[in-house]
Structures are given as structure tokens and as C-alpha cells.
């Protein structure tokens, strides 16, 4: 049993908070980005890339966050719309902030890296008077993501939004999502990750960012069990360790252990496997799937993702996931 709860009488499957920005991914691949001439802008940022993964595979979702008042917010707000995200809780700011740009840069299929512009940016600016309680408690699920903890005022309406989902028993995931780009040192990251962690039913990260959490407390071990005992002795109820190319393990706080290999993939990129494996996870449990099954079903959509240019415009729907489940065996593997 993997221990999460979701009330069916809530309107809303998954609600997520945090960044919305811009991804300009490299047209030419296999070059550095000094030799970059073109880019395809997406939707980008974590948290949104992982509730459109969730809109693509049928979940009713909604997004609090903020962009900027420019050609950008509204070229974000529009692809929301379109892919049915409820929008009504994403502000427009007000200040002349800007939205975040991810422009990624794709050396080869294993060297891929991302150069983040996030100075002034709008999502960062999300108050906490522009977290609303009736819309969370309309909620079955609440995402959250561990950059918008980055710097106030964002922070704070991220702690404000999990007080409302633990009064409303909204259940929490927390994708860790760590930027190092976005953060002013390693302590105050440990700190804040660790206390929003606290707070979460359901926690999926990197071992390299379960890492940074645990360096505050001089742990260097890397440890899963003890990793994951530190966080069922708070609220988790699951614990998902992923292990890029070797798969991923999950536990759950009544003993379970569960291990997922990947499923062979042509890659383009790298980055967006992590959020389109959390789209696919959540959407898996959310309709009362086993752990394992919902491991395989983010594999798939991982290995999906990877494939394609985009992250948020690669996001598979339905039909595509499961096209791909029939024709491909997952690689078993000694995730560790
Ligand atoms: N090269 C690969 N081939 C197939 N599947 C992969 C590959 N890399 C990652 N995956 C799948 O995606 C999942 C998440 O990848 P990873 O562990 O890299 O997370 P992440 O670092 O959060 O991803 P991102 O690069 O998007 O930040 C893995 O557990 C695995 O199932
Ligand atoms: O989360 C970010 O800001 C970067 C994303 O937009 C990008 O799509 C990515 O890195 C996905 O993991």
C-alpha cells in the first residue's frame, strides 16, 4: 500500500505552485550554445511541465503562480488554456518582473545542460495573500516544487499553500527540483527543502538532491534507507529515489520497496525525464494504481520526453503512453 489518500468529491485532481517560465531550446544540436543561431521557445518550469504532463493524460488540474504582464506571461497563460489548465490562479505581476528563461543547450544526447536567466523573475514574486484556501482545499493533490522555496516572497506562499493543504487534507507531493542557479548557499537550501519535506505525503528527488538536503546534518553516506526512515518519521508516506539511465526505487512507510528499470530510448536530451516521469507517477497513483505500476508508467513517460525536443510540448497523452507501454519492454535493472 502506498499510504496516500485522495478525497474523490474534490473538482480538481492536482493543483501545482511555483515556476512558470520559458524554455528556448537549442534548434542545433551537437554544438555548443556559443554556436547556437535558433531556438523553439516552450512553456518550461518544472511544475509546469509536470501538471501539463497531467492535463495531457486526462487529470483536471490548476496552477497558482505568477508571470510577467509582457508577450511572454501571455504566451504562457495561452498555452495553459490550451492544454486546460485552470488558469484563474495565475496573477499577473504588476512590478515590470520578467519570466524565466531556460535556454538549454544539447552537446549530445548525454551532454545536455541548461542556462537559466531567473534575475527579477515574476514567479518568484508569488505573495501569500495570491495562495487562496478555497481553491486548494478543491484539490484531491497539491504539487510542489523545491525552487519556488528559492527567495521570498515565493517561499513563504509555498508554506502558506501546505498549511492549507494539511488543514484540508490535500495530499503533498514534492518534487525537489533543485536549481542550484536559483539559490544563495547550500544551507539555506537544506533548510528550506528540509522543512517544506516535512510537510510532504509523497516526496520524489535525485539521490544528488536528497544529498544536498542531508548535507546540512553532515550526512554524506547516501544512504537510501536512511534517506527515506528520516522522512517517515515527518508525513511521508512514499519516498521515490530516481537514478537517471539505471531506473528508479521507491518506498513506501509500511516496508514496501519497489524497483523500476527504463525503457530504451532514442535521446535527444536529457533534461525533462524527471518531470515527465513525476507527471506520469502522480497520474498513475492518482487512479489507484500500484507503485510499481506507476514507476513503470513514469519510466515510459520519461523515455517519451527524452526523445523529443520540447519537455512541456513532449509531454505524451494517453493514447501515446499507453501505444508505448504495448511496444516496449522495460529494462529491468538493478536500480542502486
Ligand atoms: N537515459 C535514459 N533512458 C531511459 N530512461 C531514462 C534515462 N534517464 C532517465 N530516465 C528515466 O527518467 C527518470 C528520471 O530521470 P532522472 O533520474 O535523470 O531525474 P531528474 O534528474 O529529475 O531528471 P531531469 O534531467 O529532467 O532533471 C529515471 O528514473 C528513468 O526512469
Ligand atoms: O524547470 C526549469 O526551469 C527548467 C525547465 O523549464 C526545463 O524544461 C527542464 O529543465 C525540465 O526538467
Partial sequence: MNGLQFDPARPLDLIAVGRLCIDLNANETGRPMEETLTFTKYVGGSPANIVIGAARLGMRTGFIGKISDDQMGRFIRTYLQRNGIDDSQVSVDQTGAVTGLAFTEIKSPQECSILMYRDHVADLLLSTEEISE???????????????????????????????????????????????????SAAETAVYYNLAAEKCDCIIGTREEFNMMESLYNVTDADDEATVNRWFSHQAKLVVIKHG????????????????????????KTFGAGDSYASAFIHSLMRGESVGEAMRRGSAS????????????????SDELEAFLLSNEEITSGAE
Fill in 245 to 268: 539511465g539505471s531506473g528508479s526505487i521507491s518506498y513506501t512507510a509500511d516496508g514496501q520497496k519497489h524497483r523500476s528499470g527504463i525503457f530504451p530510448a532514442k535521446v535527444l
Fill in 134 to 184: 478555497e481553491y486548494i482545499r478543491k484539490s484531491k493533490a497539491l504539487l510542489i516544487s523545491g525552487t519556488a522555496l528559492a527567495q521570498s516572497p515565493s517561499r513563504e506562499a509555498v508554506f502558506v499553500a501546505l498549511e492549507f493543504a494539511r488543514k484540508h487534507n490535500v495530499t503533498v507531493f514534492f518534487d525537489l527540483d533543485y536549481r542550484p542557479y536559483t539559490w544563495k
Fill in 302 to 317: 520519461a523515455s517519451i520526453v527524452i526523445s523529443r525536443h520540447s519537455c512541456s510540448d513532449a509531454m505524451p497523452t
